[in-house]
Every structure is written in structure tokens, then in C-alpha cells.
């Protein structure tokens, strides 16, 4: 079945950790890849996103996520996280041709990241 | 500018009656999208609005479910006969390209 796999469902880092979030999807084909970003009691930001071009995309407070076509995945990165980085993480796949293909974000189960002082 | 906005915030309600949810997109985002937030279940698409076109109601569970937009703007999931298991976060999302933006929506329990 096509799906969005997050491998780390809680992650927990101190201060100054480098981070590494995995993201695999299972869809042939073109797709648009985003993480999205939940803070503690605050709704769903988009963190940053993938359609074409450079594969490295950087995004907002210091992230970034490497899309490689040939593995499927798309994993976020940040090089020193902060205390403020808690939050849960989604990576969300848009198939953009294909008979998958539509406008609805097709979820992981998210990871929980808890980044203490 | 101002975000997407839900209401209610929360919503508790008896097995059996019907409830509505309110979206508000972006003002200017001519896409409006349902998913639902649940344990264990991740986000689940439920329905997709473009302009004037016919919804994609590819994801909604049931017949249970529905949705309008009126005026191509702001748009109201309907429930019916509601269930236990139909609690959950249920959030909204608007756009003008392919990035989504997010409401904060709104948290329904079934008692």
C-alpha cells in the first residue's frame, strides 16, 4: 500500500544535538514533500518543502531535509537543536502525477521530539 | 495577514447528535481541505475543495460526513449521528499553490 513511513516515533536529544528525522514514502513517481511542524498546544506550521530544483531545501529556524529520489526519502535535519525545537514533526507526501496523484497531504505518523536542557 | 481560523475550539457532544465545524481560510486561498487528527490513526484526509469544482469527498468515512463551501470561502463539516470513534482533532487547511496552512482546530469528543 502507498504510505508515508516516519521510522522514529519519539526522539529525545539534549541541547546542542544534532538531529535527524527519517521520512520514507512508497509512491512512484513525481511527488511534493513537506514537513510540517507541531509546538506543544499550537497547530500545524509548515516547516519547509520540496517540489523541484536542489534537493537540499532549507527551511525556517535552522532546518533542513534532503530529498533522495533514489531512496524515497526525504530526512529533516538540524545541526544543534534548542530547547524550543520540542514539538512533534510530520512529514507529509503530495504524489503529483501519477493514479495516486491529488491534492491531499498523505501524513506519517509524526515524531515526538523532546530536547532537553 | 490572518490565518486559517476554526471554531469551535472544542466541541463535546452525545453519541447520536449531529455537530457542525466551522473553517475560515486564508482570505485569497482558493483550496480549502479537511483532515482528521486522531490517536493513533495520524492525519487523515477527508475532503478537498477547489473553487467551483466538486469536491473531492474521496476520504470522508462515511456517510455520516459531509461538507459545504459556501461562496467559495468559508466552509462547515457536518456530522451526523455521531460515534465514539469519530472523536478527534479535526483541522482545516487552505492554499493558494501546494503548501497547506493550517488552522488550529477544533477537538470533538463523543461521549
Given amino acids: 500500500a502507498q504510505s508515508v513511513s516516519q521510522h522514529n516515533h519519539h526522539v529525545i536529544l539534549s541541547e546542542a544535538a544534532s ?95 523532546l530536547v532537553t536542557p | 495577514g490572518a490565518g486559517v481560523s476554526q471554531s469551535p475550539s472544542n466541541k463535546v457532544t ?10 475560515d481560510p486564508i482570505s485569497g486561498h482558493t483550496a480549502l481541505y479537511w483532515y482528521r487528527q486522531s490517536l493513533g490513526q495520524g492525519l487523515e484526509f477527508l475532503i478537498y475543495f477547489q473553487g467551483n469544482s466538486a469536491p473531492d469527498k474521496s476520504g470522508l468515512p462515511s456517510d455520516r460526513f459531509s461538507a459545504e463551501r459556501t461562496g467559495g470561502s468559508v466552509s462547515t463539516l457536518t456530522i451526523q449521528r455521531t460515534q465514539q470513534e469519530d472523536s478527534a482533532v479535526y483541522l482545516c487547511a487552505s492554499s493558494r499553490g501546494f503548501a497547506q496552512y493550517f488552522g488550529p482546530g477544533t477537538r470533538l469528543t463523543v461521549l
Avoid at chain 1, 514514502?25 to 516547516?47: A, D, E, I
Fill in chain 2, 14 to 23: 452525545e453519541k447520536g447528535k449531529d455537530v457542525e465545524l466551522r473553517c
Fill in chain 1, 19 to 113: 538531529l535527524e528525522l527519517g521520512c520514507n514514502y512508497s509512491y512512484g513517481g513525481t511527488v511534493n514533500l513537506f514537513w510540517y511542524v507541531q509546538y506543544p498546544g499550537q497547530h500545524l506550521q509548515l516547516l519547509l518543502k520540496y517540489f523541484s530544483g536542489d534537493p537540499l531545501v532549507k527551511g525556517i529556524k535552522g532546518f533542513e531535509a534532503e530529498f533522495i529520489k533514489s531512496k524515497f526519502s526525504f530526512n529533516l535535519r538540524k545541526p544543534s537543536v534548542q530547547w524550543s525545537d520540542t514539538a512533534e514533526y510530520f512529514c507529509a507526501v503530495r504524489p503529483s502525477i501519477g493514479p495516486n496523484s491529488g491534492y491531499a497531504l498523505n501524513f506519517g505518523k509524526g515524531t515526538s521530539l
